[in-house]
């Protein structure tokens, strides 16, 4: 698992490339919030077009993400997800609060 990041127009993109699984995946959320606490921006994209699976340690971090942009009021979105891993997050009901959306270029 890889992890990027831009700031495209004020807002931090964070682009994850590869599995959301366990174990590559422990501290992938705090890696990222601590990411967010540095480049102090008030909306983030969480960019998964590069990601092929999530199992429950990667619905559990982004879950952890979005609850910490809530909590500090920062806008926050999930963008590329593929059809498999739309499944998971509809089948978990999590497909509004991760607040999906088809493409980055909508949300800039």
Do not use: W
Request: positive net charge; aromatic residues 4%; contains cysteine.
């Amino acid at each position: 698992m890889n992890i990027k990041h831009e700031i495209k127009d004020r807002v931090l993109i964070i682009s994850i490339e590869g599995e959301l699984i366990s174990p590559q995946a422990l501290d992938t959320d705090k890696n990222i919030i601590s990411l967010i606490e540095k480049e102090k921006k008030e909306r983030i994209i969480i960019d998964l077009s590069k990601v092929d699976y999530v199992d429950s340690t990667g619905l559990g971090i982004l879950v952890s993400i979005r609850l910490y942009c809530k909590k500090n009021r920062i806008l926050y979105a999930t963008v590329g997800v593929n059809e498999k891993i739309k499944r998971t997050f509809t089948v978990t009901e999590m497909t509004s609060f991760l607040n999906i959306h088809n493409s980055i270029d909508k949300l800039l």
